[in-house]
């Protein structure tokens, strides 16, 4: 029997629920996240998408068909197109340009985790390079639908960070999230045993890494 996206998360259950469920998560549903909490996420985020871009623009080089260059250009579109708008419209609440949000100083678990993601797509193939993104493009589409299925989640103008929730659960968001998804199931259909346990690892490392990012974010750490 082949496997599927969801044998990723089954192989990390206790991390995956970590991630999804995390605190700096609760609190932005409930409205209740420390502003400078959200802002020191939000500005580290933006220097986090510019290399999931590039990532994004490594999976079309590796690309070998027209399918694959497709889904490549999916995952770039949503954060070029989709995501981004977001960070630059808040930060332009908060006074901040963007040539200021570029020029910040990226905190360890920025790091941390874009150079792994990027050196895990150099070194392995396609496949490698995917399932090292996936937990950042389906785990937000994820964590999206959790909050809005949690009682305790505001929604609307009580809560200052519905704009967040609401680009995440956003049909332009889901649809990217659900053509990962189906790339991956079909990938992954076809791998054997021992290649299944390689991609875990790295779905369960880059998982962690998301984690890290959110303690960062609580943290305000550089
Ligand atoms: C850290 C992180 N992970 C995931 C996403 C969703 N693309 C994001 N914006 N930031």
Redo the contacts with the bound molecule.
Sequence with gaps: MGYRFTDLTDACHDDWRAYIEHGFVRRLGSGTLDEGAFRHYLQ??YL??IH?ARAYALAAYKSRTLSDLRQAHEGLK??LDV?LELHVGYCREWGITEAELAALPEARA?LA?TRYVLDTGNRGDLLDLHVALA???V??GEIANWLNAQPDTVRGDANPYDAWIAM?ASDDFQVAMRAELEWLDARLADVTPARFAELAEVFRDATRL?ID??QMGLDHSL
């Design positions: 580290q985020d986090f998408l999931f949503a954060i995501e920025t985790y937990p950042c493009l785990g937000y995440y998301e990012f959110w």
